[in-house]
């Protein structure tokens, strides 16, 4: 399986990014994927996740309300639609896969990562 980000840019405080993800190589519904961001000087942190079978999503809460994940499963796409940004959101986006439906918030836990997609959120 390989992941590819993209949608990552420069935006001002208050805009919106939409950042895609394709998951090549993934053979089953039976996985998860999510978003994660490590900001400057920052741990890599869970953003949000879904289930691809049953579409389940869940968030950090430092992103619920702003952001919205989904996932097309005719186009294998992930996105996450990010609205409200703010300074504090400017990272490197990373989406990652987990054989498994569980979406995890424990980055340990995933099998497989994107290069990332950098965003940053001028004020």
């Known amino acids: 399986v390989q992941l590819q980000a993209s949608g990552g840019g420069l935006v001002q405080a208050g805009g919106s990014l939409r950042l895609s993800c394709v998951p090549s190589g993934r053979a089953s519904n039976d996985v998860a994927t999510a978003w994660f961001r490590q900001g400057p000087g920052k741990e890599r942190e869970f953003v949000a996740g879904?289930?691809?079978?049953?579409?389940?999503?869940y968030y950090a809460d430092s992103v619920k309300g702003r952001f919205a994940v989904s996932k097309n499963s005719a186009k294998n796409t992930m996105y996450l639609q990010m609205n409200s940004l703010n300074s504090e959101d400017t990272a490197v986006y990373y989406c990652a896969l987990r054989w498994g439906s569980t979406v995890h918030r424990t980055a340990q836990l995933y099998d497989f990562w994107g290069p990332g997609t950098l965003v940053t959120v001028s004020s």
């Open positions: 879904v289930r691809w079978s049953g579409g389940n999503t």
